[in-house]
């Protein structure tokens, strides 16, 4: 199917604006242009740029989306570089994972010990203030 941009916009969950800056930006290898000059996208365009998105939400640049990008067109022997890519990113969002992890477990010890402050079942302390 050929699909607008707004259209495509629709099925990226993409703004208008980050759709047009990934295009102007060379994102998006080979956009085509009806007979009136707007950009359209076909499957494989919308199935692009989804990676687009998944590669920006693992938190790389513009500059490394062009450069993975500039891989994937090179073809099949580049596979070896974009998984060290890959692999680099995946290691960062572990780490981000366990921060995230550790901020949670702390955020449950914490409300847990403000409700047995407030049920009478645990005194209260402060590192911050003398309580005694």
Excluded at 71 to 95: A, V
Aim: charged share 30%; with cysteine.
């Amino acid at each position: 199917m050929i699909y607008s941009m707004k259209e495509t916009c629709k099925l990226t969950e993409l703004t208008y604006d980050t759709l047009k800056f990934y295009c102007n930006k060379g994102l998006i290898p080979y956009v085509k242009r009806d007979k009136n000059n707007y950009r359209i996208f076909d499957d494989n365009d919308i199935a692009w740029i989804n990676s687009l998105s998944c590669l920006k939400n693992c938190g790389m640049t513009i500059k490394e989306m062009q450069e993975y990008l500039d891989l994937c067109l090179k073809g099949e022997q580049t596979i070896p570089k974009r998984q060290k890519i890959l692999e680099l990113k995946l290691e960062q969002l572990e780490n981000k994972k366990k921060e995230i992890q550790e901020s949670i477990n702390y955020i449950h010890w914490k409300q847990g010990f403000y409700k047995d402050v407030l049920s009478g079942k645990t005194k209260y302390y402060s590192n911050l203030i003398n309580t005694k």
